[in-house]
């Protein structure tokens, strides 16, 4: 299971935190699951997906120039997953996060990054400054309002804001299965793809921009993929024991659909990069 943004607005462990929490008698007020990832930040490190080697690729393209070299802000590094790939791809990158758990574990992991504290909302960097921004699993912690003129003014000309989420397949049929599940245990609606291309919409009619959907997978232990569901928001900001109990049950239909105890995950990375006009 991803998190992913409510067509309202929602959140993930990394950038701005919109104006206004959109809340529901079901649904922990946004700030709250926000924050919630500072006392997890080992448990994300540990247990999170990464991206692939084609995402960086598609980036790269529709950017319209290498990673090598490039100045680039990783907007929400969150513990740095993103960032590290991007540190491996040769960019210049400084890490931008706001959380303190999330900060103190990407500097343990990423000692020769750089990173500053900050939001999506009101960017700690220079007016022309970047040629690329990222945002891996965070845009949707902004405020459109306020994160779209940021990103412009940051941006030089001929830069590149990229958006991106790692999304569930609907057309997988245990995970599926499994988003049922945790609706039906939680009593939530999770919004999966569809707040993700709500959001991609709201951003493309203001910025434009180019999608991209690359499918990968990987395969992990049972263990990291119950890790991996226990460290997102729906399940940081609920009762532990409730928690609990759902991820018990899980194991149960998990090890029925894998009895070799490995999970293979699929992922739909959902893309966006927009361009920024170049001086004339």
């Known amino acids: 299971m991803t998190t992913s943004p409510d067509p309202a607005a929602t959140p993930d462990p990394a950038s701005a935190l919109a104006a206004t929490p959109a809340t529901s008698p079901t649904r922990a007020p946004r700030a709250v699951r926000a924050r919630s990832f500072d006392a997890a930040a080992d448990r994300y490190a540990a247990a999170r997906p990464s991206y692939p080697p084609a995402l960086l690729d598609a980036v790269e393209e529709l950017a319209g120039r290498p990673l090598a ?91 590149a804001l990229a958006l991106w989420w790692n999304t569930d397949p609907g057309d997988v049929p245990w995970i599926a299965e499994q988003e049922r599940r945790i609706e039906a245990h939680f009593g939530v609606e999770e919004p999966g793809l569809r707040g993700v291309e709500a959001r991609l919409a709201e951003t493309a009619h203001r910025v434009g921009g180019t999608r991209r959907t690359v499918r990968w997978s990987r395969r992990v232990p049972l263990d990291t993929h119950l890790a991996n569901l226990a460290s997102h928001s729906l399940f940081l900001t609920r009762d532990e024991e409730r928690g609990a109990a759902f991820l018990a049950e899980e194991r149960r239909h998990l090890r029925a659909v894998f009895p070799e105890g490995v999970v293979e995950e699929t992922y739909d990375v959902v893309l966006l990069v927009a361009t920024t006009p170049r001086d004339a």
């Open 69 to 159: 070299g490039a100045r680039v802000a990783d907007v929400g590094a969150g513990t740095g997953i993103a960032t590290a790939l991007l540190h491996a791809r040769g960019a210049r990158v400084i890490g931008v996060e706001p959380g303190d758990g999330m900060a103190a574990r990407f500097r343990r992991d990423l000692p020769g990054v750089p990173l500053v504290r900050g939001v999506g909302d009101a960017l700690p960097l220079a007016t022309g400054s970047a040629d690329l921004l990222t945002y891996a699993q965070s845009w949707h912690w902004t405020d459109p309002d306020r994160s779209v003129p940021e990103a412009l003014r940051v941006l030089r000309p001929g830069g």
